[in-house]
């Protein structure tokens, strides 16, 4: 007799709050717009704060539930983007996962010629980069 598998795929834990990372591409009017949305070969504009042609902003929770997904989205965005401002200023939590994996993404970009510039205030993100003794690893765009 054939054994079948079970094909089910697992629910998503109710009121888990899944890391969602948010891009716009930097117009004129810093307008709201995918990064994906510019056209083949256009330059695109730069914010002149941060030098960058994409902006990402981190929510809420940067834990090691929300790592798998947040590292997806972050390494996609390296292939479409030649500098990004990653904004933390949403980050109200934070461990050292998140901490790994914002370390990892700047690494990574270096490595790809992504330039990277982190920006916004975060007392807890400030707060696990002094307790883990690395409070001048991430490049803090200056405002």
Known sequence: MNKVKSTKKRKATPGAAAMSVV?????????????????????PP???ATGSDAKVYLESSLEIKDVEDAHRQLMALLARTSAVA???????????????????????????????A?????????HA??????????????A
């Open 118 to 126: 982190f920006c916004g205030e975060s007392p807890a993100l400030k």
């Open 86 to 116: 990653v904004d933390v200023s949403r980050v109200g939590a934070v461990d050292t996962a998140g901490v790994q994996l914002l370390l990892a993404f700047q690494s990574e970009a270096v490595n790809r010629g992504v330039s990277v």
């Open 23 to 43: 891009t716009e591409s930097l117009g004129p009017a810093m307008a709201h717009a995918s990064v994906d949305a510019r056209g083949a070969g256009a330059a």
């Open 46 to 48: 730069l914010d002149a």
């Open 129 to 142: 980069l002094t307790a883990l003794g690395l409070s001048d690893a991430l490049r803090m765009a200056v």
